[in-house]
């Protein structure tokens, strides 16, 4: 199981609790102002409903990457936003006896706040899995070489990749095929025509892909050699590959190695 990026990291785990006790001040701070609470109630109305969404948050952060249907990230952003806002408001009727009015009236505010917590937090989860540090760069060119040699040199490659959707069968031949970046278990493969999202890992296609058309750019993504336009450096020895069709693709310090090897340049 990949580990919690909260827990691996001391900056992440105290740059996550200063900020959660900001958004909590801040929340109060507008219970207070624009909720028409008084001040002790904002603050434990804040703490209750900014705990559940941190609490949500973290527990998101074992299951992130490996939700790719967006119906499922809508319906989970939903389900959040309700347990907050229950949370909230079951300490309302037990504080004020029975009196929600006020909770009613700032429903609204609690959302956008809420969501707005919630979208903030998945875009820091998406930074962090792309900013992760791959093996190649932390053992060097020498890991770089071993992949190299582990590649079969009698292997029959792929000519085209089967995705199954639903009851329909796509087949992708592969100089449709522009990228494919990793998410969990997954793989989702790019093309002109949209994007598929297959069960398998990016070490099988990196082994059954021809060498000479598909490299591993960086731990997360393979590209089509034929569909990059140039490589730029971005950043200290930070690489960015752009292809033809617009996109520009992160690669890693060993990855822009291999990509000028294969490419003999």
Known sequence: ???????????????????????????????????????????????????????????????????????????????????????????????????????????????????????????????????EPDLEEIFGTELGKGQEEAIPVDETFLDRVSVKDGSRIHIIHLEELLYMQAGGDYVTLFTPGGQYVKEQTMKYFETHLPPALFVRIHRSCIVNTEQILRVELFGKENYQVRLKSGVCLRASNAGYKLLKERLSL
Request: proline share 1%; glycine share 10%; charged share 10%.
């Open 1 to 131: 199981m990949r580990t919690h990026p909260f827990i691996e990291s001391v900056i992440n785990r105290v740059v996550g609790i200063s900020l959660a006790v900001v958004v909590w001040m801040m929340y109060s701070w507008l219970l207070f102002c624009y909720g028409g609470e008084g001040i002790w109630m904002a603050c434990l109305d804040g703490l209750v409903s900014v705990g559940l969404l941190a609490v949500a948050g973290f527990l998101y952060g074992y299951v992130d990457g490996t939700i790719h249907t967006w119906q499922i990230q809508i319906a989970l952003a939903v389900l959040v936003q309700a347990i907050s806002l229950a949370g909230a408001f079951e300490l309302q009727i037990l504080l004020e006896q029975g009196n929600a009015g006020d909770f009613m009236d700032s429903v609204s505010l609690r959302l956008v706040l809420g969501i707005l917590c919630w979208i903030i937090l998945l875009q820091w989860y998406r930074m962090n899995r792309a900013d």
